[in-house]
């Protein structure tokens, strides 16, 4: 199994809402990301887990709240989120070192409404 | 500091043409990491190739090669006798053993049209 799943492809949730984005992988990685993408951009990283621990957090808002319960999975809990937070977001996983290049989900699209 | 700099923002070519992707780096570091990656309309990234720092041979595979040069900084993508499906945007970017993980960059992206 070399793939990366998010769940769901596509969200649309309001302003007030709680949603949550789910990532799985069963490759064995001890590494996880997520990033975000805006339409035309490159993507952002936004946090690392590396080993099921919080690594890196690229100063994101805590809006965004990350979760990684175990090391096949990784969410991203979504929370009173803004119209300019709508974007790609896209799940990546790796080798513990992360030399060997990410594999990346499909993505979340969502829309803050 | 750390940058990435794909300055062809679209290429447009006939089916069949060679096309070649540009990237340029900046990094202070003696050991990185350099990829490219594919983003197909569909939206997932994919891997195509790696090369560290200290490795600069260039690689082909099928109709894709690559050019790393450090003296330049550059680490360009060609695409040989290209095919409507090559139309995607494709990432270079550049990666570094950062504590607490590791990092990438991504650069802009160029969107490549390839036209039957």
């Known amino acids: 199994d070399t793939e990366v799943t998010q769940t769901p492809k596509h969200l649309v949730m309001g302003m007030t809402n709680k949603k949550s984005l789910k990532c799985e992988q069963h490759m064995g990685h001890r590494a996880m990301y997520w990033y975000k993408q805006k339409a035309k951009k490159p993507p952002e990283l936004m946090f690392v887990?590396?080993?099921?621990?919080?690594?890196i957090n690229e100063s994101v808002p805590s809006r965004f709240s990350p979760e990684c319960p175990n090391s096949s999975l990784l969410n991203l809990h979504l929370h009173a989120l803004q119209p300019e937070d709508s974007a790609l977001y896209l799940c990546?996983?790796?080798?513990?070192?992360?030399?060997?290049?990410?594999?990346f989900g499909s993505g979340t699209r969502l829309t803050v409404v | 500091a750390q940058k990435v700099t794909q300055a062809q923002t679209e290429i447009s070519v006939v089916e069949k043409e060679d096309v070649t992707l540009d990237c340029v780096y900046e990094?202070?570091?003696?050991?990185?990491?350099l990829f490219w990656y594919k983003q197909p309309p569909s939206g997932e990234l994919v891997f195509l190739i790696r090369r560290n720092s200290f490795d600069e041979q260039n690689e082909i595979s099928g109709r894709y090669s690559w050019n790393f040069q450090k003296s330049t900084s550059s680490f360009n993508f060609t695409i040989t006798a290209s095919q409507v499906v090559d139309s995607a945007v494709y990432f270079c970017a550049l990666s570094r053993i950062n504590t607490g993980g590791f990092k990438t960059i991504f650069g802009a992206g160029t969107r490549l049209f390839v036209k039957a």
């Open positions: 990546a996983s790796s080798s513990g070192t992360g030399v060997g290049g990410y594999t």
């Open positions: 887990y590396s080993y099921e621990k919080l690594s």
């Open positions: 990094t202070r570091d003696t050991t990185y990491y």
